[in-house]
C-alpha cells in the first residue's frame, strides 16, 4: 500500500501539515499501529528536523529522498535521522536509526520543479535551498541587503507554490492506484524496490 501526501502547511494555514508528517499519520491510521518500522519513506527532499523527529519516532525503517536540504534538514544541518543517542538514551521511544537514502533520483527530481516552475527552482536552486551532491552539509554565506529583500517576497510564494511529495510504503498491502507523482519521471510505486 502507498500513503501520499503533499505539504499542506500553506493550504491549510498549520506549520505542522509537512508531507512527510502527514504521511506518517495517515500510514499509522491505516495500520493501526505507531511503529512503522517495516515501512518505507520516500520523499522529493530531505525531511526537516521537524519530519526526521517524528520518522524517528514512528520507527520508520528507511528514509529515501531526492534533494538534500543544507539549511533545513534533518540529516545534511541537524543529524537527527541518524543520531544513535536517541535510540540509546531512550529505547521505549526511538529505535535505532533508519536507513537514510539521500540524492535517489536527484536529477530527475531537479528536472520536475525546473519543468514545473524554472523562476522558482532558479532561485530555490541559487539560494542552495536544495542541492544534490556530497557535499551537501551547511554553509551559511553572508546575507546581502538584496538578498533579504527579494527573500520577504519571494519565500511566502514559495510557501503557496512549493508542493512536497512524500509516500510511505507499506509492505504486503495492496497499492491504490494514486498515478505517478508529479516529482518523479518513473512510477514511484514500482521504480524504487531493493535500496
Given amino acids: 500500500m502507498v500513503v501520499e501526501s ?3 502547511v500553506a493550504h491549510e494555514r498549520d506549520v505542522t501539515r509537512h508531507a512527510e508528517a502527514e504521511s506518517i499519520s495517515l500510514a499509522q491510521k491505516i ?37 538534500h536540504s543544507p539549511y533545513m534538514g534533518g540529516f ?13 538514551k531512550m529505547p521505549e521511544v526511538f529505535d535505532p ?16 520543479l525546473l519543468e514545473w516552475n524554472p523562476r522558482v ?16 552539509r551547511f554553509t551559511s ?3 546581502t541587503k538584496i538578498t533579504t529583500r527579494i527573500m520577504r517576497y519571494v519565500m511566502p510564494l514559495l510557501r503557496t507554490m ?7 510504503v507499506i509492505p504486503g498491502r495492496s ?16 521504480g524504487l524496490p531493493g535500496l
Fill in 31 to 67: 495500520l493501526g499501529t505507531i511503529s512503522l518500522s517495516d515501512c518505507v519513506l520516500y520523499t522529493t527532499s530531505e525531511p526537516c528536523v521537524y519530519c526526521s523527529y517524528a520518522i524517528r519516532e514512528s520507527r520508520l525503517g528507511r528514509v529515501v529522498y531526492a534533494l
Fill in 97 to 112: 536509526p533508519p536507513q537514510v537514502v539521500g540524492g535517489f533520483m536527484a536529477q530527475e527530481t531537479e528536472d520536475a
Fill in 6 to 8: 503533499i505539504n499542506r
Fill in 162 to 168: 512549493v508542493s512536497v511529495r512524500s509516500l510511505a
Fill in 76 to 88: 545534511a544541518r541537524w543529524n537527527v535521522l541518524t543520531d544513535r543517542g536517541l535510540s540509546e
Fill in 121 to 136: 527552482w532558479g532561485f530555490v536552486k541559487q539560494r542552495g535551498l536544495f542541492v544534490t551532491g556530497p557535499d551537501a
Fill in 175 to 190: 497499492q491504490p492506484s494514486l498515478g505517478p507523482p508529479r516529482c518523479c519521471t518513473s512510477d514511484a510505486r514500482n
Fill in 141 to 143: 554565506p553572508p546575507p
